[in-house]
């Protein structure tokens, strides 16, 4: 699902973010930067990413960076949250991640 104007579009990433969908959400997520200086990925209905949907995320970023554009991940999923912490790029991309009280609550149980 996307809203834009010219300025400014958002997309909500429906799928799970993975090898299978990778080709098809490279495309999407890439043309609809060519349409816009500024762009909001809504990634809370991720419940699955893989390393290919990483370097989906990833590509979109640089490509913005060099295009002069901004990027910024929302609503990130727990799968997204736990692949950027794996990784350690969360501070590359930039965005606050919010994490919600139950799950900080159950990681400090641990």
Known sequence: MAKSDQAHSTITVNEDMTIY????QKQMLLDALANCEELDLDLSQVAEMD??????????????????????L?????????????????????????????????????
């Open 21 to 24: 969908n990778a080709a098809v």
């Open 74 to 110: 929302t609503a990130h999923s727990k799968a997204v949250t736990e692949l950027l912490d794996l990784y350690n790029m969360a501070s590359y991309f930039g965005d606050p991640m919010v994490i919600p009280a139950s799950e900080h609550a159950a990681g400090s149980r641990r």
């Open 51 to 72: 390393t290919a949907g990483f370097q989906v995320l990833l590509l979109t970023k640089r490509e913005a960076i060099k295009a002069n554009k901004a990027v910024r």
